[in-house]
Structures are given as C-alpha cells and as structure tokens.
C-alpha cells in the first residue's frame, strides 16, 4: 500500500503553480515595455488618452448641462405664465405651449384636468410631485407624457385659485440633448482612439529618431576593442544631452587611450631598465665562472651586489607604482610630518652633500608614514644627486590655506622651465648622457608625485634664484588625532 502524502503538497493534483499575485506579477514583468522608446511611447499615450478622456467627459457634462438649462428655462417660463392665467381665471380648456415648451396641463386638486394642450387631450392628470402644496417642483421624466418623445424636463407649479388649488405641468422635450449626446459620444469614441494612435505613432517615430544617435553611439563603442581605442563614437550635429553624451564618451576613449599608451610606454621602459643590470650581472658571473681566480671574486661579486641591489629597488619603486595606479583608497591616518622629514634628513648627515633644515614644530597630515617617508627621502634624493655644495629642506604650515609646504632646494643646475612637468614622467632623465647608476631610474620624482596626489595634494617645480626648488603641499589634517597606522 502507498503512503499517504503529508505536507503542503498533500491532496494536490498534479504539480504545485505559482500563486495567482505570482501570476500577476510575473505576467506584468514580461508585458513591461523594456525599451525606452516603448518606455515613452506608452507614458505618452497613456496620458494623451486620460486627458483626452477627462476632457470628453466634461465637455459632454458642459453639453448636457446647457441643454438641461435651456429647457429648465422653457418649462419654467411657460409654467409661470400659464399659473398666472389660471390664478386670474382667464384660460382656456385647450392650450396653447409656447416657443420651446412641448405640453401643458392644468390639473385640480381632486385630480380633475382643467386645461391641456392638443398632445395631451384625454390624458389623465399628470402625477404631481408634491401634490397639495404652492410652489415650483422641477423634474425629468424618462418617458414623456407626449408620444414619441423618451424623455422630458417638467416644471410643475402650483397656485392659489378661487377654487382651491391647481397645479399646473409644463415639459419640455430633451430630445436634442439626447441627439447631441448620442452624436458627441459617437464622435468622441472615434476621434479620442484615433487622437491616442496618432500620438503613439508619432511618439515611436519621433523617440526613435531622437535615439538613433545612441544607437549609433552604442554600436560604435561596442566595436571597440582594446586594440582600436583610437576610433570615436560620432557626435550628433545638434547641441543636446545626446551630443554632449558622445563628446564624453570620446574623451573617456581619449583617457583610455592615453593610459594605453602610458601603459605600453611604461612596460618598455621598465622592460629596458631590468634588462640592463641583468646583463651586466649575467656578464659579470658569466666572468667568474669562465675565469675562476679569487684575485677577481671580490671585484665581481662587488659588481654584482651593486647590480643586485638595483634590481631591488628597481622592483620596489615598480610595485609602488603598481599599487598607486591602482583604485584603492589612500591610507587616511594622522602623520606627523614634521617627524618624517626630521628623520628623513637626520639620516642623511654623513653624505657627500648634508642636508639643511627648517622644519615646523608640528604638521600632522593625513596618510601613512611609509608613503610620507618615501615622498620626502626621493625629493632628498633628487637634490643631493645634482647639488654642488648644498641642500635645504624647509617644512612650515600655511594657516591660510590650511595646508603643509615642503620645500626641497638644491643649488645645482635647476631645472628649465620647459621641463617643469616633463621630470614628473617615468623615466624620464633630462641629462640623456649621465649614467644609469649616477642618474638614478627616472622613477623617483613620478612615484613622489604620485603620491602628493593620492594624498590630496600636488608637488610642482618651482622658482628659485639658482638651482631647483620643489615644493609639495599637503593637506592638514583637521579630524582628531588618532593612532598612526603604517601601510
């Protein structure tokens, strides 16, 4: 025997469906116009019908309430003046409706008719709305007394007489307002489709014009692979948010292709600098081993160690750069500046060139001691490798600015002004003649600029009466300080 089935499923046949809310909503995501142009062709004719819609409703209301009044008016007029006769006891058994006015009836108070216009002859009284009581009662009636008509406004007014009450009835046909109705519902449930349809079609064609230009844009980008960043997307002729659109998009590319071009740059350059001290170290032990006299061991392996060491450091300034070119944040603790450049320089005290100081007592800024340590000791660097006699470092705090001004002078050649923004390039050496191991690897200003960069700030050549001043200005830190964290 099978077991019975327990749980949700249990007494269920077949398989178990969405729910009907799922249904719905599942059914509302796929008819969900997913294109913008379909987007804005539905928004607009959706509105276009609910206005025209709105509008129809009430212009018929307009209508039909003119014709009302009208006849309102008719029935009234011819009503008062028909009381007014019965009142003075001068009418007649057969009378006579006036302009607009389709019947009339005279009625007492025991029911008797007294008077009636031609239509109503040998009709029974009409049924009064408050019978007994003076006074005007207005009202519609679907089907009228008189033949051939469906409905009529009537006005029933009742007087005092010498033999009591009477009550007099005047209608009037609303067959226009029926006809007119009719004709203006007739008209408006053609035109107001046809209005929408219109508006639709010429909203699709018109957003599909508009779009045209992004599609062109999209296609364009879409062929563009990591080897064509020199092509372009084109730009519309006309000055709208669509050709603003492509000039950006055009100078994105013109931003990938330049870092393309750095990039390809870079990988050459660096290829070139690791390639020559693993020559030169590749000929020195190819040397010993094909002379192997211990004379000379101390002389390669000295040779060696030098070639050694400026891989090193060559790898290290690469993978620096490395990882300021990527996008991670910049290290955002409080760094006493003032210590970093006190120690940057105090190590300096037996090299050939001494380095002099004018440090504030205090400048905390935001970074990391690494990164801080690494901008000051290559500016250092930079200076003491093309000074004569001298090298200054001045550290002060402008409060005007809040910001701190790192100065490194030398009193060697300087730097020209044409070449001002040309030293910050990676490896980029102005004495093309000086020696790799003199001249450094060109990476030492371009990792410190990097690095006032990533930081907030800037590091420029500027003025000086002689030789090279270079100025780095970093923001101060103005949140509360806190624990130095090393990166």
């Known amino acids: 025997m099978a077991e019975p089935r327990t749980g949700p499923a249990a007494g269920l046949p077949g398989r178990i469906g969405l729910r009907p809310g799922g249904r719905i909503r599942g059914l509302a995501r796929r008819l969900r116009p997913r294109s913008v142009r379909a987007r804005a062709t539905l928004g607009a004719s959706t509105v276009v019908a609910l206005a025209l819609g709105a509008a129809s409703f009430a212009l018929l209301g307009i209508l039909d309430g003119n014709l009302m009044g009208n006849a309102q008016a008719d029935a009234e007029r011819q009503a008062l003046s028909t009381a007014g006769l019965v009142a003075a006891g001068r009418f007649d ?92 519902t007739g008209v408006l449930a053609v035109v107001v489709p046809l209005l929408v349809l219109t508006v639709a079609l010429v909203t699709w064609r018109v957003t599909g014009w508009a779009l045209r230009p992004v599609e062109a844009i999209r296609a364009e980008v879409a062929a563009i692979g990591d080897r064509d960043l020199h092509r372009r997307v084109p730009v519309p002729r006309s000055q709208d948010e669509i050709a603003r659109l492509a000039v950006t998009m055009n100078t994105t590319l013109d931003r990938l292709e330049a870092a393309g071009i750095r990039q390809r740059r870079f990988i050459a350059d660096a290829s070139h600098e690791l390639r020559s001290p693993i020559t030169v170290l590749r000929t020195q032990l190819e040397v010993a081993q094909a002379h192997p006299d211990p004379a000379l061991w101390g002389e390669l392996v000295s040779g060696a160690l030098e070639d050694t060491v400026r891989l090193q450091d060559l790898a290290a300034d690469l993978l620096l750069l490395a990882r300021l070119d990527t996008g991670e944040p910049p290290p955002a603790a409080p760094v006493d500046l003032a210590d970093v450049a006190r120690e940057a320089a105090g190590s300096r005290r037996r090299d050939r060139i001494p380095v002099d100081t004018e440090i504030a007592p205090e400048a905390v800024v935001r970074g990391s001691t690494l990164w801080l340590s690494r901008l000051v000791t290559n500016l250092l660097d930079n200076a003491q490798r093309h000074a004569e006699r001298r090298v200054r470092l001045v550290l002060r705090v402008d409060e005007a600015r809040s910001t701190a001004v790192l100065e490194v002078r030398d009193d060697g050649p300087g730097i020209p002004e044409a070449d001002r923004e040309r030293v910050f390039e990676r490896f980029t050496r102005l004495d093309d003649a000086r020696s790799r191991d003199e001249g450094g690897t060109g990476l030492g200003l371009a990792i410190a600029r990097d690095i006032a960069t990533r930081l907030g700030g800037s590091l420029t050549v500027e003025d000086a009466p002689a030789g090279a001043r270079l100025v780095a200005r970093l923001p101060l830190d103005t949140a509360p300080s806190g624990a130095d964290t090393r990166f």
Request: no cysteine.
């Open 93 to 184: 058994p057969v009378l006579t409706p006036g302009r607009g006015t389709d019947f009339v009836q005279v009625v007492d108070a025991q029911g008797r008719v007294l008077a009636a216009s031609p239509n109503l002859a040998g009709r029974p009284a009409l049924s009064p709305a408050r019978p007994g009581k003076p006074g005007t009662v207005r009202g519609t009636w679907k089907e009228g007394p008189a033949r051939g008509d469906r409905r009529h406004r009537v006005v029933q007014v009742t007087t005092v007489t010498a033999d009591g009450l009477v009550t007099v009835y005047a209608g009037t046909s609303l067959r226009e307002a029926d006809t007119a109705d009719d004709v203006i």
